[in-house]
């Protein structure tokens, strides 16, 4: 078992690159099988769930070069197998973008239903709504989606709500279909253009992402490119947030401003200094915050990715802040090991009151997701004594290197293995 110990208290000063954007690679590489020649994908984050993806890749008989730690050549030359069984679907959500990929390339498709982070009830009754509008045959078959389509037609597409899923896998399906595609209440995230950017590097006709209706019109062959993942915002984000409850001066290089104005609108309300440059931006702690309310929103609201790190902040607020979750069901699962440390929240359903105590006290926690993980390591950083965190596969899922990135910031921070607990034999 790895887990992080941290000692608190340092604040964090210098300057800290953010890697390529972990939501925006795992629809690309995926997208990448569409076209008939290799693609090379720069500035791909070295994460577990890249990771996984390579090996789906892999299994299909897709060939995957790495060039160095952040450029990919995939070649979908012999692709041969399209399925992607449970074992390997198991670990991220993200791999339902075979589904749409799949189908667009192949026809066909066979992708089990995917494994994540536990965030509550995250149906893909969209995906196939869009699938079948195309001419798709769904099949549900002991855990299997089976897609059949031998010629995908254009076709007009309305989500009942703003999906990122389900926006990027029909995009994925639509841009070798014959025809115009349209997606109405489309979502809008950063990620979802900088997908349609890398398809239409290779030859797709796509417009209006990154707007809620986006036009698809459907292209005969995708060639290969060579294209760079955006920049991460919510790793830019957890960056900010970390900053600002050490009280510390950080310079976050490799960002879109523009991605980050709802984070930086409220860290600003909350008492942080945020400067905003070209491309980086540069976080200062006041060492006073003030209470705010946050509420989760599709882009270009807050994200609910940032949702648990801007919550762990406002633990150590002046004041009574509410936070409210509208997008999972689940997400404030880690509220109880923020307990632990001190902190005083009271989860009502999809709203937290946040009362704001003086400090937090370090604690052995476990992490029990992707951001609750982020989360942690805020409350660990801004936190007197040594905090331990344990389940760390769940942050290296989506922050790269993230143990040396806060060590070159001046964090006390390590990772460290310890054996797993021991199976006693059973007594006969």
């Not at 989500?159 to 399906?173: E, Q």
């Not at 947030?241 to 104005?261: F, Q, R, S, W, Y």
Request: charged share 20%; glycine share 10%; hydrophobic share 45%.
């Amino acid at each position: 078992m790895e887990k992080y110990v941290i000692h608190g208290g340092n604040r964090l000063l210098g300057e800290v690159t953010v890697s390529g954007a972990k939501n925006a690679a795992l629809a690309i590489l995926p997208a990448a099988i569409l076209s008939d020649e290799p693609c090379i994908i720069e500035n791909v984050p070295n994460i577990s769930d890249i990771d996984y993806s390579i090996k789906i890749l892999n299994h299909m008989g897709v060939e995957v070069k790495m060039i160095n730690h952040s450029t990919l050549r995939i070649d979908p030359r012999k692709l041969r197998h399209p399925v992607v069984e449970y074992d390997l679907a198991k670990n991220m959500r993200a791999s339902y973008y075979f589904l749409g990929a799949l189908l667009g390339k192949t026809k066909t498709a066979k992708v089990s239903l995917p494994g994540g982070c536990d965030l509550g009830s995250r149906p893909i009754d969209q995906h196939l709504k869009g699938f079948e509008a195309l001419g798709a045959k769904v099949e549900i078959d002991r855990g299997m989606v089976c897609l059949e389509g031998d010629h995908l037609l254009g076709a007009k597409v309305d989500f009942d709500v703003v999906t990122v899923g389900a926006t990027i896998n029909i995009m994925l399906a639509a841009v070798k279909a014959e025809g115009l595609t349209i997606l109405e209440n489309a979502a809008k995230e950063p990620h979802i253009v900088d997908l349609a950017n890398f398809l239409n590097s290779m030859g797709a006709n796509i417009i209006g992402a990154g707007t809620d209706v986006i036009k698809i019109r459907g292209v005969e062959s995708l060639h290969g490119t060579q294209y760079s993942v955006i920049p991460d915002q919510i790793e830019a984000g957890t960056f900010m947030v970390m900053a600002a409850a050490t009280g510390g001066d950080v310079l976050i290089k490799n960002v879109i401003p523009k991605h980050l104005e709802a984070v930086t609108s409220k860290l600003q309300k909350i008492g942080a200094v945020v400067e905003e440059y070209d491309d980086s931006i540069r976080v200062v702690g006041t060492g006073r915050l003030e209470k705010t309310t946050i509420k989760t929103m599709p882009h270009p609201g807050f994200p609910t990715d940032m949702q648990p790190q801007i919550t762990t902040l406002l633990t150590i607020a002046n004041g009574t802040s509410m936070v409210t979750e509208s997008i999972f069901d689940n997400r404030f699962k880690y509220v109880d090991e923020l307990r632990r440390m001190g902190a005083d929240i009271t989860v009502n359903g999809k709203v937290a009151v946040v009362e704001g105590v003086s400090r937090l006290t370090g604690a052995s926690v476990k992490a029990t997701d992707l951001r609750a993980g982020a989360a942690l390591i805020i409350a660990g950083l801004a936190a007197s004594g040594t905090t331990e965190i344990e389940d760390v596969f769940h942050v290296e899922r989506g922050y790269e290197n993230i143990e040396n990135k806060l060590k070159g910031l001046g964090a006390d921070i390590k990772k460290i293995v310890t054996p797993d607990s021991m199976v006693l034999p059973k007594v006969l």
